[in-house]
């Protein structure tokens, strides 16, 4: 017998959750035991995608991203800083009791090449020791249990107990570990070379030997390496692109990061459409973050990057428009990000600040006498910045940074504004920072990397996606619960949306509504709007193909499911339809029994010319 791999396995509770959301009676094919899918977590049924402004799991239920950034693997040290102070579990437990559902981890460059050729460069900020490492017996007799004079990071040492894991080693524990208390990630390209001030560096190219290709290499190189893991969502591809001509006697077009309609190698929107594309080939469930850049021309007057002369104008009379680093995303409305395989997996990620880090001209109204609000930061920076992508339900934002200094005035207000803006309108976020030590804003936690700046926490953990009145954190893995004090998505869904909602779109109902109708009352045709019969297959169907892209994958399963759950939010089009009827083709419709067809077509346990299929072949292959 054929061994179903875990892909399969994966399908099948996703579309026992879909399925069951609809009230529908579930196949016997999917009657597995809930108990150890839970307790395996390795269903790999996580993966996000987007429609308009908003992020959706695979079933078709909203999620909300709320969380925090965690820096170091971007610095010389190599790891996520606090590893010196902090065992990974105690931190990352507790980052999870706190409600945390997502952590951006910024990375180097240099150091995933480092993975990618087979020689994962070394930390220097990690405390490990386990000892002794094993049970010890004395001349006397006496046992000495294992980690009694140690115990600290034991899973980040060797079985010596005492030599530090390299660097690729110790992040592929600390993913396993946001698994174990159901936190998610995703990885951010920091900085071409492994320094703790290389953000400040404007491009993804020019230092440490890295080039376009191999940045673009070394992303595809993790995508393929976690793409079994939903635990890593998905990669920002590079962190605060910027530059801009006529600062610092700048001139030259060429050395900043632009955002247009070209194919020069500093054209972000070129590099990022084409990295995005690599990324999605190896992994299409994966989200893509793209950052903005620092500038971008005022093209309704007819400048371009390339205007000359006159860059260095000042800014009452100058050609363009500025920006925090990485915030403008102004060139959206122009040239969006558009990879082959469609815009589902594009998330726009802008970083914005307050007065503290910098006392940009909006936080002032014009006549000096007023200081901002709502109103003024829209009307003067934000809304054709950013946050016209999420108002016209364009594609989804998340603000890949977000902080400052709680000092009780107009940083403290500021951070307050955007933080309502961002609940009022579903916009998905990564505080900026766990860690004490960054210098323009320091950190949620103090020194110790485990006791909490409780003012500034209780600022930031209304903006947390949890329950209307209980107050449950809302995690984005469907089985393991977020923490001590939160649930998964599936508990969400299945408990707690229909009787008291989220603070997502401040407590409105943004989410999908999943049918609570008992099975036996399953409408007996199609949606009015769609044939009430499928049309006859023909000699060029495309068995499997049911988006009817040209290609059978993982996309294709999904497509069912979300058809088989909401068929009228997520129809098939008529030939998507044939293509999909892959079991007991002709008599049963298009059901989650098909998802699973091409799911085990995926896992190479059928093949395409095995299509169509009857139910009972397909039963032999359990």
Request: charged share 20%; net charge negative.
């Amino acid at each position: 017998m054929k061994k179903i791999t875990r892909a399969i396995a994966a399908l099948a509770s996703a579309a026992a959750m879909t399925l069951a959301g609809t009230g529908s009676a579930l196949p016997v094919l999917f009657s597995s035991t809930p108990a150890t899918v839970k307790a395996a977590d390795d269903t790999n049924d996580d993966w996000l995608h987007a429609e308009g402004s908003r992020l959706y799991d695979m079933n078709g239920n909203e999620v909300w991203l709320t969380g925090a950034n965690w820096f170091g693997m971007n610095c010389s040290e190599n790891a996520p800083h606090g590893l010196y102070a902090a065992d990974v579990d105690d931190f990352l437990s507790n980052v999870a009791n706190r409600g945390i559902n997502v952590i951006r981890f910024p990375i180097s460059t240099e150091l995933v090449v480092s993975w990618m050729n087979g020689k994962p460069d070394p930390v220097s900020s990690v405390q490990g020791s386990y000892s002794p490492p094993v049970d010890t017996v004395g001349e006397d007799g006496t046992i000495t249990k294992a980690g009694t004079y140690g115990n600290i990071n034991k899973d980040l040492v060797e079985a010596d107990g005492k030599t530090v894991k390299n660097s690729m080693e110790i992040f592929d524990v600390i993913v396993g570990k946001c698994k174990k208390y159901g936190i998610k990630c995703f990885i951010d390209i920091h900085s071409p070379d492994e320094n703790n001030s290389g953000h400040d560096y404007e491009l993804w190219y020019g230092k440490a030997g890295v080039t376009t290709k191999v940045w673009i290499d070394s992303l595809v190189w993790l995508a393929d390496k976690y793409k079994n893991d939903d635990t890593v969502l998905g990669f920002d591809l590079k962190n605060e692109p910027h530059g801009k001509r006529g600062y610092s006697g700048n001139t030259c077009p060429n050395n900043i990061a632009k955002w247009d309609g070209s194919t020069d190698e500093n054209n972000w929107a070129y590099a990022a459409t084409t990295c995005a594309n690599a990324i999605l080939e190896v992994n299409p469930h994966a989200l893509i973050f793209v950052e903005g850049v620092e500038q971008y021309p005022k093209t309704d007057k007819g400048y371009t990057y390339d205007t000359p002369d006159i860059w260095d104008a000042p800014a009452d009379v100058s050609p363009w428009y500025g920006a925090w680093w990485g915030g403008n995303l102004r060139g959206v409305r122009e040239y969006p990000i558009v990879p082959d395989s469609g815009t589902s997996q594009i998330v726009y990620s802008p970083h914005d600040y307050g007065p503290s880090v910098y006392s940009q001209t909006w936080f002032y109204l014009e006549d000096k006498t007023r200081t901002f609000d709502e109103q003024s930061l829209l009307d003067d920076y934000w809304y054709d910045t950013w946050a016209y992508i999420n108002a016209e339900d364009i594609a989804p934002l998340l603000i890949g940074e977000w902080g400052g200094h709680m000092d009780g005035t107009e940083n403290q207000k500021w951070m307050e504004i955007l933080r309502d803006y961002m609940i009022k309108h579903h916009i998905s976020h990564t505080f900026w920072c766990l860690n004490p030590n960054s210098g323009d804003t320091a950190g949620l936690l103090s020194y110790d990397f485990l006791s909490w700046d409780e003012v500034k926490y209780g600022m930031f953990e209304e903006a947390l996606w949890q329950t209307a009145s209980s107050g449950k954190y809302i995690g984005l893995d469907h089985q393991n619960a977020l923490g001590e004090n939160g649930i998964s998505l599936s508990e969400y869904y299945t408990k707690y949306e229909a009787s008291e909602g989220s603070n997502l779109d401040a407590g409105g109902k943004g989410s999908v509504v999943i049918p609570t109708q008992p099975a036996t009352e399953k409408p007996t045709q199609a949606p009015t709007d769609k044939p009430t019969s499928a049309p006859t297959a023909a000699d060029d169907t495309a068995w499997g193909d049911a988006n009817v892209d040209g290609k059978v994958d993982l996309n294709d399963a999904v497509a069912i499911l979300q058809y088989a759950a909401l068929p009228a939010k997520y129809p098939l089009t008529d030939r998507g339809a044939v293509n999909a009827d892959v079991v007991d083709n002709g008599t049963s419709g298009v059901t989650g029994v098909d998802a699973l067809a091409i799911q085990m077509v995926d896992a190479k346990v059928l093949t395409i010319g095995d299509l169509p299929i009857s139910r009972t072949e397909l039963d032999k292959l359990k």
